[in-house]
Nanobody, 117 residues
Framework: QVQLVESGGGLVQAGGSLRLSCALSGSIFSSTAMDWFRQAPGKLRELVAA???????NYADSVKGRFTISRDNAKNTIYLQMNSLKPEDTAVYYC???????????WGQGTQVTVSS
Protein backbone atom coordinates (compact mmCIF):
# COMPACT_ATOMS: atom_id res chain seq x y z
CA GLN A 1 0.00 0.00 0.00
CA VAL A 2 1.51 3.29 -1.12
CA GLN A 3 1.49 6.03 1.48
CA LEU A 4 2.77 9.60 1.48
CA VAL A 5 3.26 11.32 4.81
CA GLU A 6 3.82 15.06 4.75
CA SER A 7 5.13 17.36 7.42
CA GLY A 8 6.52 20.83 7.86
CA GLY A 9 3.70 23.26 7.18
CA GLY A 10 2.76 26.12 9.46
CA LEU A 11 2.36 29.84 9.90
CA VAL A 12 5.18 32.16 8.89
CA GLN A 13 5.59 35.86 8.25
CA ALA A 14 6.23 37.17 4.78
CA GLY A 15 9.89 36.80 3.89
CA GLY A 16 10.27 33.74 6.07
CA SER A 17 11.09 30.15 5.21
CA LEU A 18 9.59 26.70 5.66
CA ARG A 19 10.65 23.23 4.61
CA LEU A 20 8.12 20.58 3.71
CA SER A 21 8.89 16.87 3.77
CA CYS A 22 7.12 13.95 2.14
CA ALA A 23 8.06 10.38 3.01
CA LEU A 24 7.10 7.57 0.64
CA SER A 25 6.35 4.02 1.71
CA GLY A 26 4.97 1.01 -0.15
CA SER A 27 6.67 1.76 -3.45
CA ILE A 28 10.17 1.69 -4.84
CA PHE A 29 11.46 5.24 -4.59
CA SER A 30 13.43 5.07 -7.83
CA SER A 31 10.34 3.90 -9.72
CA THR A 32 8.13 6.66 -8.41
CA ALA A 33 7.87 10.17 -9.80
CA MET A 34 7.21 12.63 -7.00
CA ASP A 35 6.38 16.30 -6.96
CA TRP A 36 4.63 19.08 -5.04
CA PHE A 37 1.28 20.72 -5.74
CA ARG A 38 -0.65 23.39 -3.89
CA GLN A 39 -4.23 24.55 -3.72
CA ALA A 40 -5.29 27.94 -2.46
CA PRO A 41 -8.89 28.65 -1.40
CA GLY A 42 -11.13 29.02 -4.43
CA LYS A 43 -8.36 28.06 -6.87
CA LEU A 44 -7.41 24.96 -8.80
CA ARG A 45 -4.64 22.71 -7.59
CA GLU A 46 -1.40 23.67 -9.32
CA LEU A 47 1.99 22.08 -9.81
CA VAL A 48 4.66 23.87 -7.79
CA ALA A 49 7.82 21.82 -8.28
CA ALA A 50 8.80 18.56 -9.91
CA UNK A 51 11.71 16.41 -10.96
CA UNK A 52 12.05 15.76 -14.67
CA UNK A 53 12.76 12.37 -16.17
CA UNK A 54 16.31 13.58 -16.82
CA UNK A 55 16.86 14.32 -13.16
CA UNK A 56 16.60 18.09 -13.32
CA UNK A 57 13.83 20.19 -11.77
CA ASN A 58 10.91 22.30 -12.94
CA TYR A 59 9.14 25.06 -11.05
CA ALA A 60 6.04 27.14 -11.43
CA ASP A 61 6.98 30.64 -12.58
CA SER A 62 5.56 32.08 -9.38
CA VAL A 63 8.06 30.22 -7.19
CA LYS A 64 11.20 30.14 -9.34
CA GLY A 65 14.24 31.34 -7.45
CA ARG A 66 12.47 30.97 -4.09
CA PHE A 67 11.53 27.28 -3.81
CA THR A 68 13.78 24.25 -4.17
CA ILE A 69 12.70 20.64 -4.53
CA SER A 70 15.14 17.97 -3.43
CA ARG A 71 15.21 14.30 -2.55
CA ASP A 72 16.97 11.95 -0.17
CA ASN A 73 17.01 8.49 -1.74
CA ALA A 74 18.22 6.86 1.46
CA LYS A 75 15.16 8.16 3.33
CA ASN A 76 12.62 7.77 0.49
CA THR A 77 11.78 11.41 1.08
CA ILE A 78 11.38 14.55 -0.98
CA TYR A 79 11.54 18.08 0.34
CA LEU A 80 10.34 21.50 -0.64
CA GLN A 81 12.46 24.33 0.72
CA MET A 82 10.45 27.53 0.54
CA ASN A 83 12.27 30.83 1.02
CA SER A 84 11.16 34.45 0.72
CA LEU A 85 7.59 33.38 1.28
CA LYS A 86 4.79 35.68 0.19
CA PRO A 87 1.16 35.87 1.32
CA GLU A 88 0.13 34.53 -2.10
CA ASP A 89 2.00 31.31 -1.28
CA THR A 90 -0.68 30.55 1.31
CA ALA A 91 -2.25 27.22 0.35
CA VAL A 92 -2.54 23.58 1.24
CA TYR A 93 0.53 21.86 -0.15
CA TYR A 94 0.22 18.30 -1.40
CA CYS A 95 2.86 15.73 -2.15
CA UNK A 96 2.03 13.70 -5.26
CA UNK A 97 3.45 10.39 -6.45
CA UNK A 98 3.07 8.55 -9.74
CA UNK A 99 4.13 4.93 -9.54
CA UNK A 100 5.70 4.39 -12.95
CA UNK A 101 5.13 0.62 -13.05
CA UNK A 102 1.38 0.89 -12.47
CA UNK A 103 0.63 4.45 -13.64
CA UNK A 104 -1.34 5.01 -10.44
CA UNK A 105 -1.39 8.38 -8.69
CA UNK A 106 -1.25 8.95 -4.97
CA TRP A 107 -1.60 12.08 -2.82
CA GLY A 108 -0.41 13.04 0.61
CA GLN A 109 -2.84 14.31 3.20
CA GLY A 110 -1.88 17.93 2.56
CA THR A 111 -0.16 20.39 4.85
CA GLN A 112 -1.31 23.97 5.41
CA VAL A 113 1.12 26.80 4.73
CA THR A 114 -0.02 30.24 5.81
CA VAL A 115 2.05 33.34 5.13
CA SER A 116 1.04 36.48 6.98
CA SER A 117 1.77 39.95 5.64
Amino acid sequence: QVQLVESGGGLVQAGGSLRLSCALSGSIFSSTAMDWFRQAPGKLRELVAAFTSRGSTNYADSVKGRFTISRDNAKNTIYLQMNSLKPEDTAVYYCHALVLTTARNYWGQGTQVTVSS
